[in-house]
């Protein structure tokens, strides 16, 4: 079991910033992964999309391609917070975000970067990026 808890949310102007944390906590693998997931206004929870993600032991980082480049996924060496440090934030980013852990190794999610390979879920924090 690991335990998620987002924080950082907020309301931002089209081009700002915002930084999310994910403290972690909890049994987790040498080679998990965690990742932030996002869920748009409307959407189900069946529709959460993958993010960003990293390697829990490694570091190693994914990004899809609508936020390669302005979003940035990070661990502090204590390994107890990852962050999601977010800049020229578009509305089209406007969703609750969610940090999610799972053993399954970061090669398996940017493979299929879908929900379903994750079990461990944060309660999420609400991003409105304003026109």
């Known amino acids: 079991q690991v335990d998620l808890v987002e924080s950082g949310g907020g309301l931002v102007q089209t081009g700002g910033s915002l930084n999310l944390s994910c403290a972690v906590s909890?049994?987790?693998?040498?080679?998990?992964?965690v990742a932030w997931f996002r869920q748009a206004p409307g959407k189900e929870r069946e529709e959460r999309t993958l993010?960003?993600?990293?390697?829990?032991?490694?570091?190693?980082?994914y990004y899809v391609d609508s936020v390669k480049g302005r979003f940035t996924i990070s661990r502090d060496n204590a390994k107890t917070t990852v962050f999601l440090q977010m800049t020229t934030l578009k509305p089209e980013d406007t969703a609750v975000y969610y940090c999610a852990a799972d053993a399954a190794d970061l090669r398996a999610v940017a493979r299929a970067p879908t929900w379903r390979l994750f079990r461990n879920w944060g309660q999420g924090t609400q991003v409105t990026v304003s026109s």
């Open positions: 909890g049994r987790i693998f040498s080679r998990s992964t």
């Open positions: 993010v960003a993600a990293i390697g829990w032991s490694t570091g190693s980082t």
